[in-house]
């Protein structure tokens, strides 16, 4: 099985820490982003990872080489101007268009079960399956009972009733037909697909799920994987 990370971000919510490295090489509990996620996607038998890189290309070549020290076959698909999310995996059609495949952002640290979005996928008239989290307050909730007064405080709780997209994706080969040479696929292929019924949500409640967009991310996502089992 194949999963492509979109890996040519600057990052520039995280500098200065990417001044002289791409987002996945940034280091979160001792490891970096991606190793994180060769790691997860190894257990669910990704055993070629595509990784779609721009910016620093070649650090992300040289840390990771072709993949044998994690047991993975690494390729990369290197996009010589920023082409967008959409554009970035359509560069890479050719790696990716013979089976079903993951997709995920390369900012993401998660062990959400993969094989339950590729059974969502396979078993609906679905083009994509996207993956669902609820969204985390980034602040903490004050809870008021009879006459206003405080009741409780909920640090920074789930809110269900909202649901987020987690940067993780199964997609069939079909898609690329709906994929822009240059492009955002948030702005520019799930918009329409969407609106054909051929996006498939699953939602995923009782896993973990970090994107890593700032420092204080690093900070605290570092404290949470000490405590969790991937």
Known sequence: MKAAVLAGGFGKRLRPLTNDRPKPLVEVCGRSIIEWQISWLKKYGVNVLVVLAGYLREKLIDYLGSGSKYGIKITYVVEDEPLGTGGALKNAEYVLNDSVFVVLNGDVITNLDLSRLFNELLNSK???????????????IVRLGKDSYVES?????????????????????????????????????????????????????DCYWRSIDTLKDIEETSKELENIKF
């Not at 083009?127 to 989290?133: D, P």
């Open 153 to 205: 405080f909920i640090e920074k709780p789930l809110i269900k009733e909202y649901l987020i997209n987690a940067g993780v994706y199964a997609m069939k080969p079909e898609v690329f037909k709906y994929i822009p040479e240059k492009g955002d696929l948030e702005r520019t292929t799930f918009p329409k697909l969407a609106s054909e019924g051929l996006i498939k949500g699953v939602v995923f409640e």
């Open 126 to 140: 679905a083009l994509i399956a996207i993956a669902l989290t609820p969204l985390k307050s980034p602040y903490g």
